[in-house]
């Protein structure tokens, strides 16, 4: 075997220029044929393994691709179709595929959630009333596919059965053990065909073994692997878990496979000393990822290097195997689509292209043992004295407004005077063709700013009057001059650049152009107010100021690792407190603050949580804390797992949050059974990631099912997230709908009073 081989656990699925994205959704449209879309993702796909191959990385993954999640690809391939599709067994089709991930006209979609503290969202398995069967090896046709149309030997990616039950839902925590065993023996033909086909390495991705295990849950891993190793025939298995450290060193590393994927990045150093403490197993191998899979800036190699050096003492050259510490799905594809980024930027960061290159680079550094010519990356910015100074005299700011909550709710509803049940959305309308179109011909300079401003205005005014016709009753002034929540606020601030090209995938085709903070975040110019004064102007209907909040600009940003944390979301925060300012100052005393990525920042590790939490409330508290007791602050939050933060939630101080609850069939609301949350809220009473119109039952559904644990005083009514994705008429059909519903339980409430 040579010496220090080169792995990859993922490549970015989506293309160089999002090629990926436009092909599914070009299929979804009609424009283009099935068999020639499957044409366009196998070109692609063997593409992206042709690339890993020329930069010379010597295990190369092939089953990270997909058609729309890997996790949704698991369920299919098992067959795990919920009742509500109609199923009658047998491949899943490509059609069904999409509905489960989609939705369709007579099914709501597969709930969808974050994966583990990333901003990419998965599709949850349901595995209640389903018996799985292996109705299609796609492991196995992906790795022959690379076999003979590429001439690569790849290396397949599977999901353990360990970790997919975890993530899936619908069965009882007495059946967990119940649920695993049912799928592995299908799992064991998986293996053992893949064997049997010639692939040497078999990647098994379990990065639930991070977390804290108990007895029962060793027991299941243990027999897990146990028959998966007596199904691999030739093949090498390999556990990959990734985001931090395992927690259980030596129960993880005693299990019968023959290699271990370790993350030397996100784990505070915990792999590293479990390794320097008890040692590696002799005869296995160790796949290192000490090169970030998740940011985007150049590794100090000769850092990681000394890094590597060090875990030759517990293991050997032969078995020290030099990849990413997670799959690059999480970064763009290449810099070198960015023709405008300024040279001193551009020679810091490293998108996944460039981390290959990194692989090289310490191997050929640890072959020969000799660093040359190494220059550590530098990236200046950090030169704001007054930002700095203030983020100081901020550590001292508790954050807390003037008056307690419920002060402010009497004084809130007595200035705005709503009904029952007030209705509302999220913030976000349409982005049609014609208003993408419009922002590139301004963008380009073929339009004016006055006649763009002026067709910003038209917008606003349609949807103004749309919004008053469907009588809700909070309105929004629609986001049309907006790119990017994230985006639109960092071209406003001092401190970032935004990239050409640099997308990731954040769910199914929905790509994300994360900014990239490379300096001192500052205030320059208000950022929203102009718009939302004039949407205010045509209405007598309180118009909501709509921001992104601090914790989630950090989170969807790139942001620089040499320094705090806190720092930067304080930094932003700040920033933020000017606009809220100038909002409430002409005279918009409803704003909106979203943090829909608050819970994605987590650190898997409980004993990590509340130091991330702390700073992360302060941050959101210190963006909002200065108005005045009779303005309105909400917050907006989706797809995460609420209930382990619901005091942090509650200590944000928000006077009205709105979390996503329709895609998970209401299931969040049981979080305050047991909770009593003292602030007004609203439960996302249906799914805007699927194109379907939901019916004015399952609304009525949803909201009376709130309204079991909240107080109806307390309890909004509006969409799970913003319309920017879906078209005009099904907008405007869904929210009738809404507004219908919401009414009717109004009437009810009144007539049992």
């Excluded at 999901?159 to 839902?169: A, E, N, Q, Y």
């Excluded at 998740?294 to 032969?318: C, P, Y």
Aim: glycine share 6%.
């Amino acid at each position: 075997m040579n010496s220090y081989l080169t792995s990859v656990s993922g490549y970015p699925r989506i293309g160089e220029k999002r090629e990926w994205k436009r092909s599914i959704e070009k299929y979804w449209s009609g424009e283009t044929k099935q068999t020639d879309f499957l044409q366009e993702m196998k070109e692609l796909r063997l593409g992206y393994l042709r690339t890993q191959k020329e930069k010379g990385i010597d295990m190369i993954p092939v089953g990270d691709f997909s058609f729309y999640d890997h996790v949704l690809d698991t369920a299919s391939m098992f067959g795990l179709v919920p009742e509500r599709f109609e199923y009658d067994g047998g491949s899943v089709s490509l059609d069904l595929y999409f509905q489960m991930a989609r939705g369709s006209k007579q099914a709501v979609a597969m709930e969808m959630t974050k994966w583990f503290n990333t901003n990419y969202h998965y599709i949850v398995p349901e595995l209640n009333k389903c018996t799985p069967s292996l109705v299609h090896n796609r492991p196995l046709d992906l790795f022959l596919e690379a076999k003979n149309e590429a001439g690569i030997t790849g290396k397949p990616v599977v999901i353990s059965p360990f970790t997919f039950v975890k993530l899936g839902k619908g069965y009882t925590p007495e059946e967990f053990g119940s649920t695993v065993y049912a799928l592995l023996p299908h799992y064991e033909t998986v293996i053992r065909e893949l064997s049997e086909a010639g692939a040497d390495w078999i990647q098994i991705d379990d990065p639930s073994l991070q977390f804290t295990l108990t007895e029962e849950e060793k027991e299941i891993v243990t027999n897990v692997y146990d028959a998966l190793s007596k199904a691999k025939g030739t093949s090498r298995l390999l556990i990959q878990t990734y985001f931090d450290s395992i927690d259980d060193y030596t129960f993880v590393t005693s299990l019968p496979v023959d290699g271990f994927g370790l993350d030397f990045v996100h784990d505070r150093g915990e792999n590293a000393s479990s390794i320097e403490e008890k040692g590696f197993p002799e005869e296995k191998i160790l796949f290192a990822g000490v090169i970030n899979g998740r940011n985007i800036w150049r590794a100090d190699v000769r850092e990681q290097w000394e890094l590597l050096k060090s875990l030759t003492a517990h293991t050997s050259e032969e078995r020290l195997i030099i990849q990413p510490s997670c799959s690059l799905l999480h970064v763009p594809v290449t810099t070198e689509s960015e023709a405008k980024m300024p040279e001193f930027l551009k020679e810091g960061l490293a998108f996944a292209n460039e981390k290959l290159d990194e692989l090289q680079l310490l191997q050929s550094a640890l072959r020969e043992k000799e660093l040359l010519n190494y220059v550590a990356p530098v990236i200046p910015g950090r030169d704001s004295v007054h930002v700095q100074k203030e983020v100081k005299q901020a550590e001292l700011d508790t954050g807390d407004r003037s008056r307690p909550f419920a002060e402010r709710q009497v004084l809130q509803r007595e200035k705005f005077q709503l009904p029952l049940l007030p209705t509302t959305t999220i913030g976000s309308f349409p982005q049609t063709t014609e208003v993408r179109k419009k922002r590139q011909q301004w963008r380009k300079n073929e339009l004016s700013a006055a006649d763009y401003a002026s067709f910003i205005k038209q917008e606003t005014k349609k949807w103004i009057d749309i919004q008053e016709k469907l009588d809700l009753d909070v309105l929004v002034h629609g986001e049309f001059e907006r790119t990017d929540m994230v985006e639109f606020f960092g071209e406003k601030l001092k401190g970032f650049y935004f990239t050409q090209f640099a997308w990731v995938q954040s769910y199914g085709s929905r790509c994300v152009k994360p900014p990239v903070i490379y300096g001192d975040v500052d205030f320059i110019n208000e950022l929203t107010v102009k718009e939302t004064v004039y949407a205010q102007s045509l209405t007598s209907r309180p118009v909501k100021g709509m921001l992104t909040g601090p914790v989630t600009i950090f989170n969807w940003s790139f942001v620089r690792e040499d320094v705090p944390k806190a720092t930067v979301m304080n930094q932003i925060a700040l920033a933020l407190r000017k606009e809220v300012k100038a909002l409430e100052t002409q005279g918009i005393h409803m704003i909106q603050v979203d943090e829909p990525a608050i819970r994605e920042g987590l650190p898997l590790k409980k004993r990590n949580e509340q130091e991330y939490l702390n700073y992360a409330v302060k941050a959101f508290k210190l963006s909002v804390s200065t108005v005045e007791p009779d303005t309105q602050i909400h917050t907006h939050m989706c797809y995460s797992d609420f209930e382990k933060i619901i005091d942090s939630i509650s200590a944000m101080d928000a006077d009205v949050i709105s979390i996503e609850t329709s895609r998970s069939h209401g299931e969040l609301i049981s979080a305050f059974e047991s909770y009593h949350y003292d602030k007004e809220i609203g439960l996302g009473v249906y799914d805007i990631h699927s194109p379907r119109v939901p019916m004015k039952e399952e609304i009525i559904q949803n909201i009376s099912r709130a309204l079991r644990v909240l107080d109806p005083k307390q309890f909004w009514v509006n969409p799970d997230c913003g319309l920017k994705t879906r078209k005009e008429e099904e907008t405007i059909a869904a929210l009738k709908v809404m507004v219908e519903a919401a009414k009717e339980v109004r009437e009810q409430i009144k007539a049992s009073v």
